[in-house]
């Protein structure tokens, strides 16, 4: 295999790990990637695409609940990709 050819996987699989990472921190360890590296073809380009999903472990499904949980999954995003606790990042 080329180096051309495995620059994009490995790209893509450094983001796919920063982003489990994320999703690990607000809904556990029920997180998987239901697709790696799958290619979409659009008009103009072709592009990779990899699938992260995870399911909270609470069990409560009230909109409130839902709604706070997204708040929770955006604020432990960001910055995205960062590996240390958010209270070392303000710190900085």
Known sequence: M????????????M???LITHDLHR???ENVAVKKF???????????????IEGTPARTAHSPEVEWGLGW????????????????SLTRR
Do not use: F, H, K, M
Request: hydrophobic content about 40%.
């Open 2 to 13: 080329s180096r051309a050819l495995t620059w994009p996987t490995a790209e893509n699989l």
């Open 15 to 17: 983001i796919v790990d």
């Open 26 to 28: 607000v809904v556990g």
């Open 37 to 51: 590296c799958g290619v979409e073809e659009y008009e103009t380009v072709w592009q990779l695409v990899s699938v």
């Open 72 to 87: 929770d999954l955006l604020g432990n995003s960001l910055p995205p990709g960062e590996y240390l606790p958010r209270s």
